[in-house]
């Protein structure tokens, strides 16, 4: 497969953990979005909203949207399965990916960034206050979540790793680069270091990416 | 199955559609979100994210985000099926349904229109061009994809109602409450004349709902 995507996409990222444990050779195009390469003609003709990732199976149209890959991947691969069997299993996992997917990283992107700083003329530091109010907003409702549900595991849902866990580990690693305290989560926390020990998720970190600031 | 939601809130819209559309006998319990019904201990009890809406599918827990919900509809109930069959035109659906639900709808809810304004000090009308310029891009995206994708048919994808039509029609009916101009969207607007002429959406609108002012 052949995926257009950026070393910092939260999305991307999701889609990269799926296909490294369902063991699907890909190919990563990296967009500089600092470019604005997403703009760009030839990338607005594979996805009109100019965002990552777009991804091709074969000789089939772009797929576009994370949970939505995640599904068709799900739908059309072998391997390991990322939604557990029983739907109300299935329905809880899907909810704490929406809960980061929907509710949380849509806020937080650079388009709504540079809105607030273009349009309202609000300069970078209290911006991010707007971006910081996302995280902890998410964080909060992953953390009473996952620490009170019973259906919590030593993942997500259960003992498994599912869409849940790739839309929370998306959003961890923003906590470090964004500086946002985590201190509040440790239930969040325990699943995003059992998540980060696994290879399919290491190798599929945003900071070992081509383009990606050296540490 | 008895609901939680409210007149205007869109998600609750779409799981109201879904369940007309599949003959599911339910009951909706309206919460006052301008009284703060959604934060109160009794709900946040069934909802940490105090949001709207959840759903109750006899004993089980509550089923939280509606596009979980709607997944957990389509894979548990009978009747007439909202997603396609075929894997591309099921991740064609869905990535569509997510342009609203994830990328669009998220970023003009009340929790986001009320931190602008409190936080920044916005006044209501300034608030409101954050609001408007979300309601803009996730339309132009919709219509851009359903006027050139050779996916579009009656509806969103070919000639049934899917996922992605609930999406659209959730936003489209925000487009008269705060004033959005539909004129450049005339894909969209064909497809949500359709939608709004079947019964299962006209009973499910949100101005057909308790709670909703009398026009």
């Known amino acids: 497969m052949k995926m257009y995507g950026n070393w910092r996409s939260a999305a991307a990222f999701r889609v990269r953990i799926a296909m490294n444990l369902k063991g699907i050779a890909y190919e990563e195009i990296f967009l500089d979005l600092d470019a604005g390469d997403q703009f760009k003609p030839d990338f607005l003709a594979i996805n009109p909203q100019g965002a990552v990732p777009a991804l091709f199976d074969g000789d089939g ?33 899907r909810s704490l990916a929406q809960v980061v997917a929907c509710d949380t990283h849509p806020l937080y992107v650079p388009r709504v960034r540079n809105f607030l700083m273009e349009h309202y003329g609000l300069p970078r530091e209290r911006m991010l206050d707007f971006l910081r109010h996302a995280f902890t907003t998410g964080l909060k409702v992953l953390e009473q ?16 790793v599912s869409h849940a866990d790739l839309c929370l580990i998306s959003l961890w690693v923003g906590t470090g680069i964004f500086g946002i305290d985590t201190a509040p989560y440790p239930t969040v926390k325990r699943i995003a270091e059992e998540l980060l020990a696994l290879d399919a998720v290491a190798h599929a970190h945003p900071l070992r990416q081509p383009g990606a600031p050296v540490s």
Chains 1, 2 share one sequence.
């Not at 949207?65 to 809880?92: C, F, H, M, N, W």
């Not at 979540?145 to 498994?160: K, M, N, W």
């Open 145 to 160: 979540r996952l620490a009170t549900e019973p259906g919590t595991g030593r993942y997500c849902q259960g003992d498994a």
């Open 61 to 93: 149209p772009p797929l576009t949207q994370s949970l939505a890959i995640l599904d068709y991947l799900e739908e059309t691969q072998p391997g390991v399965k990322l939604l557990p069997a029983d739907p109300r299993a299935r329905a809880r996992a």
